[in-house]
């Protein structure tokens, strides 16, 4: 069965024009065969006598198959329309030669930083778990840890014996630390607690504005504008930003915001992002994101647990819709937001569907009164209608 | 052209093409046929075979060898109200009508602020593994699913090869259907109970545990016989065809790899620039955090493609290569 | 132009032989692809070898050729009458034309009517033209073998000429 064109995988032999014992020359037309172009005429390219017929009319079959045999002139049976003989083909080269990998670009790495390669999935699990990622063995690709060294390591850390070697902040004594100061500021601290309701109509519209054909990695929260507005009202109402200890008031070297964390296990922690008035909203949101990393692979400075002036804690779109905090000690406030709801609000006389959301003050009484905490909550508020300002 | 109830309807791929075509010209005065040869020749590929006889030369129109005026006639068509359906031979012969389909056909409906709408339909026959060689064995389905304005479809299977066609021309923009050229002769079976799909969504083909392996067209044979072979080493892949390469059902992607935490693109087109690139990018814009291993890609070998039958295979995705890719992901060598 | 050249007995055969060459080394490749060992698409000219020769001829440095380019100096558009005898291509079912059609055209074709041309001006004799056919299925029969003989490029060799590394001299 002769190939006839590219796409032609069979054929059916429809009527054979010659009968075994015909003489044929090359050019004869034999055969004619139906293909899914219709019927082709089948030339033979030899001379003879046609001995054997091997497919019959009205059968299909592959092409390169035998369809009837030529005594040529030498006298030695040939097959009429050789087969396809296969050429001597290479083997498909092994699979390790041709698997186009691009070799990963090292970037430049800082010497005191050596990176170990962590798929994202396991440092979310090893986050989860509690564990040191500096003690697990990877067998991912190029030697990286992934989620099933993870697991391996958690299942076999009860077995080992030998102690962990520092990496940053070890989370259990950090959550026995807040513990101590919760129950101290409780004890100590005479909290008094203010509340705001703020229309965040001006300020989500700006934020989707800013937001809009940005890449995720440029987008900003809401939080970031609640954390900057907390900050910059801070300036002109410094008695709520600083320490109190020993009877004795210290106003912040500046406004460093301790920006409150929860931790997967349970637990807050809240440290501080320097200068948090100074800096802009899309710097405020890499900060962020940087220190909820950090915290919860345990990596964060002491330093930053010790320095804020002021906490602000922000529930996010899952938390209640008011929240009133415990103050830090030796910090002076602890400014909450709850959560952003859609309510019906008055506006010009009308009512209408607005975003709001609920501004909380928590403040140390020996220090300042609900004056000042309502300039404050007030100052806020204000700045929250001017986003384009923050 | 409805099955009979309770029996599956064996046919190839390129009877499943004329079906649908068959159904769309019995259904709507306004849809008719334009591409070269499948008049009276029937079609380079035998789809269109005896339409012509069936509809006649009003519907059935062979036209001159000349892509950009017939895709021209074909836009101008549609714009006056007609449903008309191309046939350009080869997506090869494609880049003759690149300014009519990019500048017009895609484009009309923006510029002209919405008052004109092009529902025209293309069909093209894609890809290689016919020893046709450079010129003629091009994947540029993932090129054009870089163009806002167009839909790309793809269709891999018997029924999708029998029922996008008919998705495609309520579509009230310019779709554009490639065909595997490997995929003509294949046989399969419709189910009795479907007629009609959709042409929007991805479908999981084989689901899995281990490893997502994200294909369309003329390589999702190969993947799953990839995924096959790796069933037998105790891998557990699972085979995703995209179906439409615009819009992306990222949605079906980012769902199988947040799942398996691995993928493997396969993709026949040029990796640089490619729907493989488009794709792996996405992921890693949108769910970086799920990967548990880093993405890799199979793709055609970044040449022309040659004519030697040896070569031309070592150009292609193959199976081997797939389960390879896939298998280092899961089992680190 | 319709300025006769003199044509001698050598520059004939040399004509004829080239059309005989060209039809017979189609004539296999048409065995070949049937057999497979030609892959891909396969389009035939059998019927036209005197448009290709004529023109080859015309781009030669030749003598006849010179008087036509003293005359000539613009581009020139050749509109050339054919008729092919096979189909477009190996898989066609030729269904535009009759087989009596081109039954016809065969006996008009360029071989014979130049061979039976020669003949009859006495330039050439019968067993001049089947030495020639032996010579040219003996030059295919070496081509042939030398393509079975080959060795197939290494999948190594892939990307050679992808790009060039300088203009070729």
Redesign the interface.
Known sequence: M????????AGTLVEWLVKPGARIKS?DIIAVVE??????EV?V?QEGIVSDILVAEGERVP??TVLAHIDSAAGAPAPA????TE????P??S??Q???KVP?TKPTVAPEVARAKI??????RAATLGLDLARVKG????G?I??ADVEAAASGRTAAAAPSPRRGLDLSEVRKAIAAAMSRSKREIPHYYLTETVDLHSAMRWVERFNAGK??VERILPAVLFLKAAALALRDLSQLNGTYEDGVFTPGSGVHVGWAIALRGGGLIAPAIRDTDKKSLAELMVAMRDLVERARRGGLRSSELASPTITVTSVGDRGSETVTGVIYPPQLAIVGFGRIVLRPWAVEGRIESRPLVTVSLAADHRVTDGHIGGLYLAAIARLLQEPEKL | MNAPQGSALRMTYREACKQALRQALLADPHVFLMGEDIGRYGGCYAVTKGLLEEFGEERIRDTPLSESAFVGAGIGAAMAGMRPIVEIMTVNFSLVALDQIVNNAATIPYMSGGQFAIPLVIRMATGGGRRVAAQHSHSFEGWYAHIPGLRILTPATIEDARFMLIGALQDPNPVLIFEHVMLYNMEGDLRPEVNEVDIGLAKVRRAGRDVSLVTYGGSLFKTLQAADMLATEGIDAEVVDLRVLRPLDTKAIFESVSRTRRCVIVDEGWRSGSISAEIGMRIAEEIFFELDAPLRRVCGREVPMPYAPHLEDACLPQAEIIAATARELVRPS | MTQKVNLDHAHMRHLLKAMIRIRRFEAKCVELYQARKILGFLYLYDGEEAVSVGVMEALSPDAIVATYREHGQALAFLECQTYRFSAHSMFDPQLYRSKEEVEAWRKKGPIVRFQTCLGASRLIKPEEVSAMETEVDAEIAAAVAFAEAGVLEAVSEVERFVTMEEVPA
Do not use: H, N, W, Y
């Open positions: 002769p190939a006839l064109g590219a796409d032609m995988e050019g293909t899914q172009k219709g019927a082709i030339e390219f092409v390169g329309v050789a087969g396809p050429p001597v083909v290479a498909l080269p699979a390790a041709v698997i186009q990963p798929t994202p999935a396991a440092r979310r067998t991912g690709v190029e990286s992934r989620c890449s995720p």
